[in-house]
């Protein structure tokens, strides 16, 4: 697989996948985007001549389409393969927490909209490394406390477990 971006880089499983990526021998070009670069002090570390770091606010059209521009200049025609959604936050939702609307929008503008928007724009680049090549991915990376039908999960839905299993301790 000739390239491959990883959204949400710079540091956590982001960054696992950049360094992880990096030691795969197919692999020839690999895009790490982090909101704050200028703060992306581990990806700078990182002396590998395949790593190209590109900034990109997921939640910002704009910084997407820039994001875009930079990585068609990087792969120079040869489309990119797989497009991996990474980037999120987690933020309590609890029932007994503080709920508000913002945190609520905010969340799924970051960890549902974002990788939408990114998908969608950075289409044309999948597709052209599709005809070339035969196909190209798109692994979007989700969480169980993404699964609201199944709000077990005590730290972020703790009332939610004994709503649907009222007799479970
Ligand atoms: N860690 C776990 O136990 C776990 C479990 C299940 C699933 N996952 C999934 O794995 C993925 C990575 O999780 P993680 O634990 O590595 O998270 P993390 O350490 O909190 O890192 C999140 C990354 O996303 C970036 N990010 C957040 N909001 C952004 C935005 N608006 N625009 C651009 N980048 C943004 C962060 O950038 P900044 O540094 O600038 O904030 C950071 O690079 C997520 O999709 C998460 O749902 C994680």
Known sequence: MPSV???????GIGLGFV?????EPSIDVVIATARNVEAA???AAIVNPKLHIVQMEVT???SVVAAVEKVS????GKGLDLLINNAAIFQSLALDGDVNKA????????NCFGPLLISNKFHGLLKQAAQLNG???IANISSGFGA??????????????????PHSN
């Open 5 to 11: 971006l990883i959204t949400g880089a710079n540091r």
């Open 19 to 23: 360094k992880e990526m990096l030691k």
């Open 41 to 43: 002090k581990d990806l």
């Open 60 to 62: 910002d059209e704009q």
């Open 73 to 76: 200049a990087i792969v120079d």
């Open 103 to 110: 945190t609520f929008l905010e969340s799924f503008d970051v």
């Open 135 to 137: 196909s190209a991915q």
């Open 148 to 165: 609201l039908a199944q709000a077990m999960m005590d730290a972020i839905y703790p009332n939610n477990n004994k709503m649907f299993f």
